[in-house]
Nanobody, 123 residues
Framework: QLQASGGGLVQAGGSLRLSCAAS????????MGWFRQAPGKEREFVAG????????SYADSVKGRFTISRDNAKNTVYLQMNSLKPDDTAVYYC??????????????????WGQGTLVTVSS
């Protein structure tokens, strides 16, 4: 089970840190990712990280502003979001892939999903 938290309302230019806590299994050896879905849009990849943090991947739209990290001892993955823009407004989902070796931008290979946390960026 994945539990995302940390969403909220923030002004443009502000920061938020999302957390995704895993329970009921050993997620520390799996690729983890963050996706988001804005109203009326399809779900899109945001960032991903391999289990030992040796490989990370970011959507072009968030490169240089967002940082994904993980603490395997706590079974938790984080998404630090800086310089937020109104276009970042979306429900953010964390996801886990039990068979990928490196993160991918496609949603299909991720087989466990959290419930989502809403991030709203005001202009």
């Amino acid at each position: 089970q994945l539990q995302a938290s940390g969403g909220g309302l923030v002004q443009a230019g502000g920061s938020l840190r999302l957390s995704c806590a895993a329970s009921g299994g050993t997620f520390s050896r799996y690729v983890m990712g963050w996706f988001r879905q804005a109203p009326g849009k399809e779900r899109e990849f945001v960032a991903g990280i391999s289990w030992r943090s040796l490989s990370t991947s970011y959507a072009d739209s968030v490169k240089g502003r967002f940082t994904i990290s993980r603490d395997n001892a706590k079974n938790t993955v984080y998404l630090q979001m800086n310089s937020l823009k109104p276009d970042d407004t979306a429900v953010y989902y964390c996801a886990c892939s039990t068979y990928l070796g490196v993160p991918t931008t496609r949603a299909l290979p991720y087989d466990y999903w959290g419930q989502g946390t809403l991030v709203t960026v005001s202009s």
